[in-house]
């Protein structure tokens, strides 16, 4: 079945340095990849998307490219910030019926001033 | 415009009882799906709800069970409760049949907690 592969966390970095948290999938067609974001105490908000191989999704300073040969949809930021600590979640909508997602187990970033 | 919202925030039971959780889909929606997140852990997707109907399920058994109104608000029932229902129990709707339905938009969850 399909299925989502995140690096595990937390990943703890210091203001200003550069992000990669990795995502990996599995999926049978072509399925929809997302991030989405969750700060404490609180829902998911999505940080971005991509619909395509070699779509590009951008956000906020974030990016993750659609990957299809490596089945990957790592994201990245040039510079974080303390305000980025949250958890991140890569997904995938394997645009179905219900477009349902499929999410990873999540990885906490923790940016230290 | 008025996003997704859940109802209540926060609600302690006790094992063997029933719940009832509540959301208001983001305005112009109409598709309704429900996620439980469990601690440390990914949601995990319960059903959807589509024209009032039941569209699709996970893995999930039948004690947990839903309604959608007339107007897409849904309703989450979780009866005969266990200490493995606690968790965060998050609502998300889109608008089916476009391109915008890939996005899907998450209320703030309930946080359950079974005793």
Redesign the interface.
């Known amino acids: 079945g399909n299925s989502?592969t995140q690096m595990e966390g937390p990943v703890t970095l210091s203001e200003e340095a550069f992000l990669t948290i990795n995502c990996t999938y599995t999926a049978t067609g072509y399925p929809?990849l997302f991030w989405?974001v969750q700060y404490p105490g609180?829902?998911?908000?999505?940080l971005l998307?991509a619909?395509k191989a070699d779509d590009k999704g951008s956000n906020k300073g974030f990016e993750a490219t659609y990957r299809k040969e490596t089945t990957s949809f790592h994201l990245e930021k040039g510079s974080v910030q303390v305000s980025d600590s949250a958890v991140y979640?890569c997904?995938l909508?394997d645009?179905?019926?219900?477009?349902?997602?499929?999410?990873?187990?999540?990885t906490l970033l923790a940016v230290q001033p | 415009d008025a996003g997704?919202t859940q109802s209540p925030t926060h609600l302690i039971k006790t094992r063997g009882q029933q719940v009832t959780l509540r959301c208001s889909p983001k305005s112009g929606h109409d598709?309704v799906?429900w996620?439980q997140q469990a601690l440390?852990?990914?949601?995990?997707?319960i059903f959807?709800y589509?024209e009032e109907e039941e569209?699709?399920r996970?893995n999930f058994p039948d004690r947990f069970s839903g309604h959608q109104f007339p107007n897409y608000s849904s309703e989450l029932n979780v009866n005969a409760l266990l200490l493995g229902d606690s968790a965060l129990y998050?609502c998300?709707s889109?608008r089916r049949g476009t391109a915008i339905?890939?996005?899907?938009?998450?209320?703030?969850?309930t946080r359950l907690t079974v005793t």
């Open positions: 989502v929809s989405y609180e829902g998911l908000q999505l998307k619909t979640f997904a909508s645009g179905g019926a219900t477009n349902k997602l499929i999410f990873g187990t999540g | 997704v598709t799906s996620y440390g852990q990914g949601p995990q997707f959807q589509y569209r699709q996970g998050l998300a889109t339905s890939y996005e899907q938009y998450f209320g703030p969850g």
